[in-house]
Structures are given as structure tokens and as C-alpha cells.
């Protein structure tokens, strides 16, 4: 095992609990198996704190002969033992991700309060587990009770920072001060994994990407099992076209005692972007086979039916993009006949609408759910509607759109991401076909600027950025350069023929040049994938 994680030593352990008394037997093993230390504490659950950091100490000084404690860390405070094991299964949840998690884990949060009120560790997770993806109004005032109560209780304490980090980066926007106590966090507790994580993703934000991937490997030195920095790490070597590094690191998961929730969302998006159709049926398949062993119980039946029929919905996907409409049109129709809730309903309809190339009954939908809906549960229906009106060549409503999502900061953290890019290509094609150069130029240059200074960071090598980076160039007039980008996409995976076909702005790319050649390689490669 510590051949495998590229670790020296691998510390394991048992717990033994009667009453309020616990045995702790921990064992060190060497990375050629053998026994290098072991010994048993016993001590009462008061001092919980007091025994993990004597039984990390003395395996500290296995290790090196010179650590000392944490100098921010208190050893003797007294814990409510039920507190602390709620407390200790939330966390285990939060960070491994199963089926429900973001429900389960802040529940077991809450049970160590009311064990426990003046436990802020508990607290400060809290906070952090109900805005990390996000902080919709009705949370609000819950997330913000656990900080404050937290910095009462322990204001230096690393989890505390977190959890305030979490909060001026959702509620106030301001990813700076964020990254700031990040920082501290980490510089206090440098075993806290998560923070590492969110650490990395803001400074993606403000696109420091090699630090970003600094830190995410760094932390997942120092926790190799962590599904989100495994997911994180494989994509930046993915995204650099570092394919074989990347999948490598994602198949890391299948060694995990339990495969996290997104295993599966993550394998199908990989073969995805790199055109791997087969290989995204075959994760596809495993995913319902996997759903229906561990969730099938009568008081979960519709949410497991839901969570089938969105894979059946991504199987017509993939039908449709290799030229099988018929099959992926009926399987659309049965996920719109069978979803028993009825926004997932909606949502579906307008995939099945935009299969039968009706673009504005797509539209119509999704505009209709936009009005009724909470922006943060949806926060790119803007790109999306913008983009059902552009391929209607209706340029006046998806310019409109595109200009009201910047307007109400849904594109706020998409900046570098390749549905942005697109979108704003789509949009500077519209303000041409309208007359509108001198906008077209504006944005086509700063959205070039963004996408130049990405390449130059992370010099990308996977499908979806190589796409934008051959339309941005053609749009900015370098065709040549266009043409070059546009073949590394064909080698990176580009297989959107029958989408493409459909477009307006690619119909009018293929012109720039005698692209005959390479898209029969396209033909030839999805004839393949169909046959299997």
C-alpha cells in the first residue's frame, strides 16, 4: 500500500470503546510491510484532543527525531465524547463524498452541537459544509450563526478560519480576503486537505494556475485517498494533455474502500472531452449497475429512478453526437416520460427539443424555468438560453442574454472556463452578422486576452480549450493560426460533427480552409465508435 500512495510509512490503528473508557492500539508499518513501532493508550474520551496529538507526537518522533507539537494546538481541551463522534462521522463524510453527502454530513454536524454547543470545530464545519457549493438565501443565516460561533469559541483555530474564508468567498465575493485566510488556515494546520482545495480553486480563479496545481499535489501528498484532490490533480494534468498521468490518477478512486459519488461523473466527462464515447458508455453502465446494488431501498426508489434515467438521458448524448438520432431521440423521450420531478422534467425537454433541432422551444423552456427558479440552483441558464437563440440565428436575444448573465453575475467564476469562452464567440459572431465591429472587436480581444493568457499558463492539451482557442483565433483573424489550433483539436478528440453541422459560426469556420481531410478522420473515427 505505501508502494502504491508513494509514502515511507502507513499508520493504522483500532479503536476499542466501553463507556466512557477507549484503547487506541496504534501500529506504524514501513513501506516494505514491516512493523516499525506500535503501542495501546487507554485513556478516558474527555481528553480526546489529548490523545490524538500524544499518539501523532510519539509517531512523529518515529519518524524524525526532532518534531514538537503544533504550537497553535491545545491538547488538553475536554470534548463531549458524542459530540466528538458526530463530529468525526461528518467529517468522514464531507470527505469522502458518498450518495447524499452534503445532507448527511452537516445533519452529524449538527448533532455534535447539540451534544457539544461550545465545540466550535463543529460549528466552524458547519459553515463550511453548507457553502461549499454555494450559499443560497436560505442557508444564509444558518451559515452565518455556526461562523459566528465558532470565531467566538476559537478564533484562531484553522477550521474557523476556513469557515470564514467560505463565507466572504460566497456571500461577499471577495476572493482575495478569502485566499488571505486560506492561507492562514493551512499555515496553522497544514493536514487540513479541504482548505487546500478551495485555496487551489480560488487561485485558479484569479488565474495563478501553477500554484494552484502546487497545491492541490502538495495536499494530496499529504492525503493521497482524497477524492476531491485526486479529481483536482487528474484534471490539471488533463487539462495540459497530460492524458495518460491524468486517467492514471483518476483510476485511483477504484482503489478507494468506497467509491466517492462523482467517481462516475468524473470517468464519463474524461472520455467525454477526449472522445472516448465507448469508454463513457462503458463508465455509464457500471454507474447504473453501481446505483442499483448500494441505493435501491423502497424509500429511495424515485430518487434512484431519477438518478437512472439521467444516465439513460446521457446515453442519447452520445447517440445523438455519433449520428444515431433515432435510438438517442427515443431514449430522450423516455427519460421526459419517466422523470418524476418535474425542473429535471423541464430541463430534459429542452435536450429533447434541441435533438430535433428546435432551438426555440428550448429556449422558451429553459426562460420559463429561469423566471421560476433560484438563480444559484441554475447558474448558467443565461449561456444556455443565449446559445439555443444563437444557433436560431435570433443574434438580437442571444446577445441580450449573454449581456444580462454578466449583468447578474452568473459568469462571475466562469471566466476561464471553456463555456464562457464559447459564449463569447458565439456573441461576437451575433454583433458582426449585426454590424456591431466595433463591439464584436471589443469582446472578441478581451475574451482573446483571457484565452492567451491561459494558454500561456497552462499551455492546454484537452479538447473543450483547444476548440476555443481555434475559434478565438479566427475570430481575431488569425486563420492560419485558427487552422493549426483546429487539427490539434481533431487529435485531442474533436468528434461534434452532426452538433457542428447544426451551428452557424462552425458552418461558417470550415470555410477558412479545405478541412475535407481531417473530418473524414472524424467521420471514420465515430463510424468506429458506433460499430462498438
Known sequence: IAAKLG??????????????????????????????????????????????????????????????????????????????????????IFHERPHLWYESAPQLFRKAIEFDPEFAPAHAYLAISLSIFGLPPERLEEVETANHKATELAPHLAETLFAQAMLVRRRDKDTQAA??????????????????????????????????????????????????????????????????????????????????????????????????????????????????????????????????????????????QLGLPETGLRLMELVVEGIPDDTGRRLWQADLCRARGDFNCAANLLEELRKESDIDRFPLLGI??????????????????????????????????????????????AYRALGRDEEANHLAHESGAILDALVEELNPGIEPMLTQIALSRWLRGDHDGAVEAFRKTINAGWLYLYEAQQDPLWREFFRIADFSKELRAVEMEIEHQRAI
Open 384 to 429: 444556455t438560453i443565449a446559445a439555443d437563440h444563437f444557433m436560431v440565428e435570433d443574434y438580437e436575444k442571444a446577445i441580450e442574454n449573454f449581456e444580462s448573465t454578466f449583468a447578474e453575475g452568473e459568469l462571475e467564476n466562469q471566466l476561464t472556463e471553456p463555456k464562457y469562452f464559447e459564449l463569447a464567440h458565439y456573441v461576437v459572431f
Open 7 to 92: 509514502v515511507q510509512y502507513i499508520l493504522s490503528g483500532t479503536v476499542r470503546r466501553d463507556g466512557d473508557l477507549v484503547r487506541v492500539t496504534a501500529r506504524l508499518i514501513g513501506e516494505d510491510g514491516a512493523n516499525v513501532w506500535s503501542q495501546s493508550f487507554d485513556r478516558r474520551l474527555e481528553k480526546t484532543l489529548a490523545i490524538q496529538a500524544e499518539i501523532a507526537h510519539e509517531v512523529a518522533n518515529r519518524i524524525a527525531s526532532e518534531v514538537s507539537r503544533p504550537k497553535d494546538v491545545e491538547v488538553t481541551e475536554t470534548v463531549v465524547p458524542e459530540a466528538y463522534t458526530n463530529y468525526l462521522l461528518g467529517k468522514k
Open 179 to 320: 485566499i488571505a485566510l486560506l492561507r492562514e488556515a493551512i499555515e496553522r494546520d497544514p493536514t487540513l486537505s479541504a482548505a487546500y482545495n478551495i485555496l487551489g480553486i480560488a487561485l485558479k480563479q484569479e488565474g495563478q494556475f501553477s500554484e494552484a496545481q502546487r497545491l492541490h499535489e502538495d495536499a494530496l501528498r499529504r492525503d493521497p485517498l482524497n477524492p476531491v484532490l485526486i479529481v483536482n490533480v487528474a484534471w490539471s494534468y488533463l487539462d495540459r494533455g497530460d492524458f495518460d498521468r491524468g486517467e492514471r490518477l483518476m483510476l485511483r478512486m477504484t482503489q478507494l474502500p468506497e467509491r466517492p459519488r462523482f467517481f462516475h461523473h468524473h470517468m464519463k466527462t474524461m472520455n467525454w472531452q477526449l472522445g472516448r464515447y465507448d469508454e463513457y458508455i462503458r463508465w455509464s453502465k457500471d454507474e447504473v449497475r453501481t446505483a442499483v446494488q448500494r441505493e435501491w431501498k423502497p424509500k429511495r426508489r424515485d430518487l434512484v429512478r431519477q438518478h437512472l434515467l439521467n444516465v439513460l438521458g446521457s446515453h442519447a448524448s452520445v447517440y445523438m
